[in-house]
Structure formats: C-alpha cells, structure tokens
C-alpha cells in the first residue's frame, strides 16, 4: 500500500522499547529543567526535599514503566524502592503543571521539522477508540457497536500519527459530539484548516460547530464491501491507535480523572517521538 508521508530517516535498529527509555527520560529531564527556567515550574514547598539525579531518574522510568507494562502504582513502588505515593504525586503534579503536553508539543515539532516539513500542520485527521475501562475508571459508558463497556479516546493527529489533541469521553457518545472538544482545543491552538475523518462524522451540526471554530470537517469514506481502503493520509490515525496499544496501562482503563488518562496516552506517544529522535540517521558530510 506504500506510504503516504515521507518521514526523517533513522538508524535500522531494531524496536526495543526498554533499550530507549533512556532517551524518554532525558527528554523529560530537559524539559523540567525548562519549565524550572521559565518560572513554569513551582519551587516545590514541604519538609522533604524534591527528588534529584539519580532517584528522580529512577522515578521517571518507573512512570514510564507503569505505561508501558501496565503495572499497578503499589506494585512499582515495590520495585523501584521509591514510596508509591511520592510517585502518584509526582506524576499527578507534572500532569497538572502540562509537562507532557509541553514536551509532546516540542517533540512533534522537532520531528516534523526533522521530515522537512513546517512545525505546524494544515490538515489533522480525527478518530476515536473505545476502551474497556475497570469499574473504578472516572467513566463507563457502553458501546453497542464494539460490545465495549468502558471510555472512548479521541484524537486529532498530523500526517505522521502525532496528535495534537486528545479527550475522552463515554464510550457511548456519539462520535461527532465527542470530537467537539479535540476541535476547540485545535482551534485553541491556532488551528485553522481541514480536519478528515470517516463518514462517522458527517452532519451539519458537526460541521457548523466546526464552522465557527474555523476548522472544516471532511468525512471520507475508508472502506468499501465491509473493508477497509487506506485514503490520503487518513490511515495514520489507525496506526496511532496501534501504537498506543503497545502500552498496556492504555488497553484496560483504570484511571479515576480525565486527565490522567490523557496524560498516559500523551507519555506514550513522547516515549515513541524520543526514540524516533534518538535514533535519526546523521548524513555523511564529504569534504
């Protein structure tokens, strides 16, 4: 079927998600110590001391190993000797300070300018996915065409699967009321152009929601005779979902706020942009 985008070249190794976790780690280092520079980041008040070197490197794997392999906070706290609730209140902190965003945010635009293409888009493709989520999940809402009792993540991403916004919903809301809020946050943004998505989304309320927030909303047919067709480049979406199902925490929802389980879904894909960016294939220069 080919490739509908051409993206940066990188070093033939073969996937290791553990071998460059190292890579994730140090993305995130420096973008706290970005946030510690800019005033974004809080100086920390309590009577212990904040985690540094070594222990706060510890910490971040650990997070990152919660993501990946599904592990329980308790269980991690376990094992990497840290007390789990410093961990939960780390991740916790982070999340509402927008670390993963702003990180996810610089490592999309880096790649794409890696790809040579301009750090923002023109044109975002929309999907959703329904997950089973645990019944002390935040939400619960069953979807009757899947047979999924759980949350449904929508996103919106560029041409290389890297999305720009993320929310969840119900599973049984409606795809074309549930993409209204990834919309406001592209508008939000400075987004303003095409979103694709499958014929799910067709409607004139979609449309003239998308409308006023000067985003226009394409429903392209994927599929013909029950299969499906890749289109342009809204196939991209569908192997975003792929991705993420690498990282277990994401396949059975267990999280107790929204924005937790967005902070998950956004580690994941800075996890996959760090060690695309690792790895990028330097050219020889000749002299």
């Known amino acids: 079927m080919g490739t509908a985008v051409r993206t940066a070249r990188t070093s033939p190794a073969s996937w290791d998600a553990f071998s460059d976790v190292d890579a994730f780690v140090d993305e995130v280092l420096a973008e706290l110590a970005a946030m510690e520079a800019d005033g974004t980041k809080p100086t920390r008040s309590g009577p212990k001391p904040s985690l540094t070197g070594a222990a706060l490197r510890k910490a971040l794997m650990a997070i990152w190993c919660l993501c990946f392999c599904g592990m329980q906070w ?9 007390p789990f609730n410093t961990l939960f ?25 890696a790809c040579g293409d301009a750090a923002e888009p023109t044109a975002v493709v929309i999907d959703s996915r ?92 994927r599929g013909r005779n029950g299969k499906f067709l890749p289109t342009g480049i809204c196939w991209v979406v569908e192997r975003s979902f792929s991705w993420i199902s690498n990282y277990r925490r994401l396949n059975t929802i267990f999280e107790r706020t929204k924005e937790h389980l967005v902070a998950f879904v956004q580690i994941a894909f800075v996890s996959i942009l760090a060690r695309r960016l690792k790895r990028l294939a330097t050219s020889e220069v000749t002299a």
């Open 89 to 113: 209140t780390l991740f916790a902190r982070w999340t509402r300070l927008g670390l993963w965003r702003r990180l996810l945010d610089r490592l999309r635009q880096t790649w794409r300018l």
């Open 130 to 221: 329904s997950c089973r989520s645990a019944p002390s999940c935040f939400c619960r809402g069953f979807d009757g065409g899947k047979k999924i009792n759980g949350v449904k993540v929508h996103l919106g991403v560029d041409k290389y699967g890297i999305p720009l916004a993320i929310d969840v919903s119900l599973a049984n809301v409606h795809d074309t009321k549930g993409i209204v809020p990834v919309l406001r946050e592209l508008a939000g943004q400075g987004f303003r152009g095409s979103a694709l998505g499958d014929l799910g989304y067709r409607g004139k309320c979609l449309a003239k929601a998308g409308q006023k927030l000067g985003i226009t909303v394409k429903a392209i047919a």
């Open 74 to 82: 308790r269980a991690i706290g376990q094992l990497c000797d840290i």
